[in-house]
């Protein structure tokens, strides 16, 4: 073999090695391209999921928010129709008790009262001696009632006539006054007790318009408001 065969023999082995080289660099540029498609788009999958539970989290705190506020809101119309019913009911309430003022202006009409509460009262009280509270204003009006209200008493039950003691050093409240609102007042009516005090009968009439009331609320409530 002369120097030409071998030095071309040489260029076709050099030639194959090459090839064969670039082959392999192809094959490994190929692969490694894969290999990074595959690792960005998992990257990509990767952060794409993460902003889709983003905006699902987020999207979910506003619809929470939403939700909230909004029952919120509701609560507070609910308050304030109820505040409102309040506010009537209490105005019709207040609009009563200054109606009961009216009863002790008529004197004749008054008097009937005290003797029937005072009855009534004692009829409540079943005791044989008892003490009685009114109001100052009311002191000689109630003094004139006692003998009858004893008579109508023992007369409706056939016992003997109770004793009543009059208390003349405490007073109910005096009758409301529109220059001072705020301070304890009554409109009317007696207070009976036992002796020992351990029993006490309020017959007064801003007792028997709060009782009254308490039990016709319901009915009242459904007539103004449909409930």
Do not use: W
């Amino acid at each position: 073999m002369n120097d030409a065969d071998v030095s071309k023999q040489i260029q076709q082995m050099v030639a194959f090695i090459r090839q064969e080289a670039e082959e392999k660099a192809n094959e490994i540029s190929v692969s490694s391209e894969e290999e990074f498609n595959i690792e960005k788009m998992q990257i990509v999958d990767t952060e794409k999921k993460k902003i889709r539970q983003d905006y699902e989290r987020k999207t979910k705190q506003v619809e929470v928010k939403k939700k909230i506020e909004y029952s919120m809101q509701l609560n507070a119309s609910r308050i304030k129709v109820l505040q409102a019913q309040d506010d009537l009911v209490t105005g019709m309430k207040n609009a009563a008790a200054k109606e009961l003022l009216n009863v002790s202006h008529n004197k004749k009409t008054y008097k009937k009262l005290i003797q029937s509460l005072i009855v009534q009262s004692l009829l409540r009280l079943s005791e044989p001696a008892v003490l009685l509270r009114c109001r100052e204003v009311d002191l000689s009006l109630v003094e004139s009632t006692l003998e009858d209200a004893k008579k109508e008493y023992a007369s409706k039950v056939k016992v003997q006539a109770p004793r009543i003691d009059l208390d003349k050093t405490v007073y109910l409240p005096p009758p409301p006054n529109s220059s001072d609102p705020h301070r304890p007042s009554c409109c009317g009516g007696v207070v009976l007790a036992s002796i020992d005090g351990k029993i006490v009968f309020e017959n007064t009439l801003d007792a028997r318009l709060d009782l009254t009331f308490r039990k016709k609320l319901p009915e009242i409530r459904k007539t103004l408001f449909k409930e």
